[in-house]
């Protein structure tokens, strides 16, 4: 059975787990720190998507004043480079923008003028692809934190860089460090800044000194996941809400202690999204036929509320706005029967359906779905549960794109599995 996974902080997952929380003083919590404002080349914005899911890890940007009335001959490409084969979505924060790719037997990290696309600096290093029954390259999006950005290597080359000239700071070898094995797909999972703290799911929940690199903490082996962790407050204590491929699990953000896991197993050892919390609920999703489920976490322990099939996100994340979740139900080998979904958030109940898209990725600007289709039409829809309402759409990249895009400054910027990263103007 061919079985294809990319992960882009890695990219997204499997099918829906949904967890409501009966003790109120559950809350998500925007631990990661807001980015240092930089010199920015001059840039006179201040805005910045700093990490995976940006900078308040949702998927949803806070732009606004570009519009759908696009030409009928496409849209205006700012710029376009090539940075090499992989998955690596792309955060920015004061102008410049940082993503990853491989070619040849290296891997590099690029840090790129957010304007023109022009090298500011890169940082390379040997690394293997890791094509395993799809492209391969570099999953993990850099993570930028005021001074530094973080960066995972597909083999758990953890690196953090001083974003002016690329100088390393500190680096980790996360199989030696943390003795586990390389994942089947790699290393994946971006790096979560938590306060002074950088954790990862990577074969064990861990934490580093975010400006050291010393070890924190590190939970016990598991079978790694591939997405991100994220963090929330419950009964006055930080926990930390991350998903493997054997639970879905909750730890002390403080000393990393195991709070409760609830078994969440994928069949091919694949899951691959970042748990969302919300107003009193986590969520998880994973493909194949695990599905989704709703839970409910009390005195300590998670309790199942719902499940379903409904929602089997491959590899990329669903985003959750008013209420419902917007994502990929299906998985991209299987005969590619995807469907992009939107369910309500609270029951589970499917309430539209839209084909046509692949196995695509989206994220949410201004009320509207940005979404990405796997083959490189940009298309963008009314954020609406009464239905699929296209705007407008225009082909901006060839070939396999599994990747996120991102909206900001009035620009998107995307890429393919072959590392084509392209910027277009979105008109005013």
Not at 86 to 91: A, D, E, L, R
Not at 100 to 117: K, N, P, R, W
Not at 192 to 200: A, E, N, T, Y
Not at 284 to 306: A, M, P
């Amino acid at each position: 059975m061919l079985r294809v996974m990319i992960f882009t902080a890695g990219l997204a997952a499997m099918g829906v787990v949904f967890f409501v929380i009966a003790n109120p003083s559950l809350s998500y919590s925007a631990r990661a720190e807001e980015p240092e404002s930089a010199a920015g080349r001059g840039r006179a914005q201040v805005s910045s998507w700093p990490n995976w899911m940006g900078e308040r890890h949702d998927g949803i940007s806070r732009e606004t004043g570009w519009s759908t009335d696009w030409p009928e001959d496409g849209l205006k490409v700012v710029w376009q480079r090539e940075i090499g084969i992989g998955f690596s979505s792309v955060s920015i924060a004061g102008g410049r923008l940082f993503s990853m790719g491989y070619s040849e037997g290296i891997e590099s990290v690029f840090c790129l003028d957010q304007t023109t696309g022009e090298t500011i600096w890169t940082h390379a290093y040997p690394s293997k692809l890791i094509d395993n029954l799809y492209e391969g390259g570099p999953g993990a999006t850099p993570t930028i934190d005021g001074k530094r950005v973080y960066t995972v290597g597909k083999e758990g080359q953890l690196m953090c860089f001083r974003v002016t000239d690329g100088k390393i700071i500190w680096q980790r070898d996360l199989q030696a460090d943390l003795q586990v094995g390389l994942p089947e797909w790699g290393f994946n999972g971006s790096p979560f800044i938590l306060g002074d703290q950088l954790i990862l799911e990577a074969g064990r929940v861990v934490s580093f000194d975010k400006a050291s690199g010393e070890l924190n903490w590190q939970t016990e082996k598991h079978t790694a996941g591939y997405g991100s962790a994220v963090s929330f407050d419950y009964q006055n204590a930080g926990l930390i809400a991350t998903l493997d491929s054997d639970a879905l699990r909750l730890v002390q953000a403080n000393d990393g202690v195991q709070v409760d896991a609830f078994p969440w197993k994928s069949p091919f050892r694949t899951n691959s999204t970042t748990p969302i919390v919300h107003e009193g609920t986590i969520y998880i999703s994973t493909g194949y036929q695990v599905g989704c489920g709703l839970f409910r976490l009390n005195d300590g322990k998670l309790e199942l509320v719902y499940d379903n099939r409904k929602m089997r996100n491959h590899f990329n994340n669903s985003i959750l706005r008013d209420g419902y979740l917007y994502g990929f139900d299906g998985n991209s080998n299987f005969g590619r029967v995807v469907n992009l979904t939107c369910m309500k958030h609270d029951t589970g109940e499917v309430v539209w359906t839209e084909s046509g898209l692949g196995c695509g990725s989206l994220m949410i600007a201004d009320g509207k779905l940005v979404i990405l289709s796997d083959d490189g039409r940009l298309v963008i829809a009314n954020a609406t549960s009464a239905g699929f309402e296209e705007l407008c759409s225009a082909s901006i990249l060839e070939g396999r794109c599994w990747t996120v895009p991102v909206l900001l400054d009035g620009c998107v910027y995307a890429r393919n599995a072959a590392g084509d990263l392209v910027a277009v103007q979105l008109p005013k």
